[in-house]
């Protein structure tokens, strides 16, 4: 049996007579991408420039993963902002299922997705396919990096596709509002984390939003640590003993994951499934959201 938290690649045999192919939840290696021997999989380069935000696009022109479709963060992974919502609000569920199923990802669809980030943007659409009810979705590790340092080339065609049927089954139970965070600030029952860099988790060098600091009880996580030297994922027991020392023991299920935006927490979601704690919840709006209604409490420092 395979340990809680890595990849899951299980054969099944419904009618005993042959196998369908794996199915992969949390990660997947470039010789298992290149590997695959089915037409029901997509790949998608979640490629991404905070800074310019046209630069994954313009890198997906330039050389991307055979097979692979382009997902804007902005544009696909994203919904319209209101000014009080967070920079990457969630996208309407129907909307973005209809986009999947134009590109070709159905209910048996085996999804991939990379950038090259170290999972940075990749895990966001990871998170947003399993809020969709769809768990065939995996995170290439090691990302494009990977990739062509196993070898395997580039290619600048965008391929071929047919529609999908792609129904969402929202799952509303893997995420909290503002409301909620707000309502359980002193509450045992909730432990925030917070995925962004620690200089600006203490509300220092605060570049990308207007108010420096971090929602009162919150504890620090930054996503890269989710990371080895080579820009892989950690191993499973590793994740499970440095979230575990974190949580003190408890109920992942208490546990509220957020960053800047609500992209990044998605990195810390996927470590923590990675490591057997399931159950953790995202608060999509994150700290832009959070710091966007002045009557919200705000702690700085350590």
């Not at 992942?252 to 470590?271: D, E, F």
């Amino acid at each position: 049996m395979p340990k809680p938290g890595w990849p899951v690649s299980n054969r099944r045999s419904p009618e005993g007579s042959r196998a369908v192919p794996d199915v992969f939840t949390h990660l997947i290696s470039p010789h298992e991408v290149a590997a695959l021997a089915t037409p029901k999989w997509r790949i998608f380069d979640c490629r991404f420039n905070l800074a310019s935000p046209e630069a994954g696009r313009q890198a997906y022109a330039a050389g991307h993963l055979p097979g692979a479709f382009f997902l804007d963060l902005e544009d696909d992974l994203s919904g319209p902002r209101s000014g009080l919502n967070g920079r990457h609000p969630l996208p309407d569920p129907q909307l973005l299922a209809d986009k999947l199923g134009s590109l070709g990802v159905g209910p048996e669809t085996q999804v991939i997705t990379y950038d090259d980030a170290g999972g940075m943007f990749a895990a966001r659409l990871w998170w947003l396919l399993r809020w969709l009810g769809h768990d065939r979705i995996a995170v290439l590790n090691g990302g494009l990096q990977a990739w062509t340092g196993s070898g395997h080339a580039l290619v600048t065609e965008v391929p071929d596709t047919q529609p999908a049927p792609f129904t969402p089954i929202v799952q509303h139970c893997l995420r909290v509002d503002a409301d909620y965070v707000q309502s359980h600030l002193h509450s045992p029952v909730m432990r925030l984390i917070d995925a962004r860099a620690p200089d600006r988790f203490r509300g220092e060098n605060e570049t990308i939003d207007p108010v420096g600091g971090h929602i009162p009880g919150a504890i620090n996580r930054f996503f890269r640590d989710n990371l080895d030297g080579q820009g892989l994922f950690k191993p499973a027991a590793t994740l499970q003993e440095e979230f575990g020392a974190l949580i003190k023991g408890g109920d992942a299920h208490h546990v509220v994951l957020h960053c800047g935006s609500g992209v990044t927490a998605c990195h810390n979601l996927l470590a923590m499934e990675l490591a057997g704690l399931s159950g953790a919840r995202l608060y999509a709006g994150s700290w832009s959201e959070w710091c966007s209604d002045p009557a919200r409490p705000v702690a700085t420092g350590p």
